[in-house]
């Protein structure tokens, strides 16, 4: 998730402590015998029957209007924003990877040709989501060194890169994890069946899991680890690449989650 948002959550935290003993403190009244609230003035069934105009439950109103909240909050953040970001404009100008972001998916896939290989990168955003717990988490009063600053994109996000030949069988698929600047690559596999090492359905998925993925590559001659840096880096799995996939997590996670607002007021709201 966005850091603007995380802060934000950080902040309110107190708040809603505060706000959950109060609606302690109301449960309990509601809790009375039923000849005190009877004695109530009736625009509480008025309340109930134009809530119940969006849907069956009396907390409908309530929550479309917290929703549309959060997406005034949203759109408004974005305001000043430019529609493409500098960082996905000199991405694109390279026009070295092509770029496929399907809507509502939390995968991002990145494609190119290299001579007479077909690539594919391909990155998951829900790799962030755990962040915000590690952000909620920490004491914003801490007496740690106030110099010390956490590295931007600090976090890891996990990359899977196939490649296939259009002139011979097989493919060669590489588990990675992109944090900081750089790929670490944790194995390499390799199918003779390239459809196999490529399709995305859950079949293909389980026989996978049943072939050997190679082994664990920090555990490869050194010689030879340095000889596949360099033979990805040759393709463009290279440090502006693990510079660009966190960037654009973060980019593409925040645009999910408009829509996501967006799409549930809307079902709240029939």
């Known amino acids: 998730m966005s850091a603007l948002r995380a802060l934000r959550q950080l ?10 003993r109060q609606l302690s403190t109301v449960s309990r009244i509601a809790a009375l015998p039923a000849r005190v609230s009877a004695a109530a003035p009736s625009t509480s069934r008025a309340f109930s029957v134009s809530a119940r105009r969006f849907g069956e439950g009396t907390t409908d109103v309530a929550l479309s209007q917290k929703l549309q909240e959060e997406l005034n909050y949203e759109k408004e953040a974005e305001a000043g924003q430019a529609a493409t970001p500098d960082f996905l404009k000199a991405f694109q100008e390279q026009n ?17 040709k290299f001579g007479n290989e077909n690539l ?65 690559v944790e194995n390499v596999s390799f199918y003779r069946d390239a459809k196999l090492g490529t399709d995305l359905t859950a079949e293909a998925d389980w026989k ?16 030879l680890q340095e000889e596949f840096d360099k033979y990805l880096s040759e393709r463009g799995v290279n440090e ?24 549930v007021k809307s079902f709240v709201d029939q």
């Open 11 to 20: 902040s309110t935290t107190s708040s809603r402590v505060l706000a959950s």
């Open 96 to 112: 070295v990877w092509e770029i496929h972001d399907p809507a509502g998916s939390d995968e991002v896939t990145l494609t190119r």
């Open 120 to 184: 594919r990168l391909m990155f998951s955003i829900a790799d962030i989501q755990g962040q915000e717990e590690d952000f909620q988490s920490s004491e914003p009063e801490s007496e740690a060194e106030p110099d010390v600053e956490e590295p931007l994109h600090s976090y890891p996000i996990r990359a899977s890169l196939s490649i296939t030949k259009t002139t011979a069988p097989g493919c060669l698929n590489v588990d990675m994890v992109c944090q900081e600047g750089n790929f670490i």
């Open 208 to 223: 996978r899991r049943g072939a050997y993925i190679g082994p664990q590559f920090d555990t490869l001659d050194v010689g």
């Open 240 to 263: 502006h690449v693990a510079l660009f996939i966190p960037e654009y997590a973060e980019f593409k996670e925040q645009k999910e989650y408009v829509r996501w607002l967006g799409n």
